[in-house]
Nanobody, 124 residues
Framework: QVQLVESGGGLVQAGGSLRLSCAAS????????MGWFRQAPGKEREFVAA????????YYADSVKGRFTISRDNAKNMVYLQMNSLNPEDTAVYYC?????????????????WGQGTQVTVSS
């Protein structure tokens, strides 16, 4: 079993930046894609970004493309989400997830292990 712990959330003004981190422990393996999802109050969990096991491909939701960057450091069992130009619509709980395959996907069903989430609040 792998444990995922997110950190780096907080309160930021519109236009600001945050960097989320996800630390993996336990039965870690770098041979899986990793992803970030978010869930705002009253809304379904939605895809934000994903990265293949070796980082050669990244995927983004249209709403964050050009503003967010996902990266990973397999030697440290870490995944990051750099978020720039934040706006109030980005307010949500952000979840780190490990994919079921090396390539990942865009659906929550493509991911099998989840962290507890970290709150990101963007004020206008």
């Amino acid at each position: 079993q792998v444990q995922l712990v997110e950190s780096g959330g907080g309160l930021v003004q519109a236009g600001g930046s945050l960097r989320l981190s996800c630390a993996a422990s336990g039965r870690t393996s770098s041979r899986y894609a990793m992803g970030w999802f978010r869930q705002a109050p009253g809304k379904e969990r939605e895809f934000v970004a994903a990265i293949t096991w070796n980082g050669d491909r990244t995927y983004y939701a249209d709403s964050v493309k050009g503003r967010f960057t996902i990266s990973r450091d397999n030697a440290k069992n870490m995944v990051y989400l750099q978020m720039n130009s934040l706006n109030p619509e980005d307010t949500a709980v952000y979840y780190c997830a490990r994919g079921l395959t090396s390539s990942g996907g865009r659906s929550p069903s493509d991911f099998g292990s989840w962290g507890q989430g970290t709150q990101v609040t963007v004020s206008s």
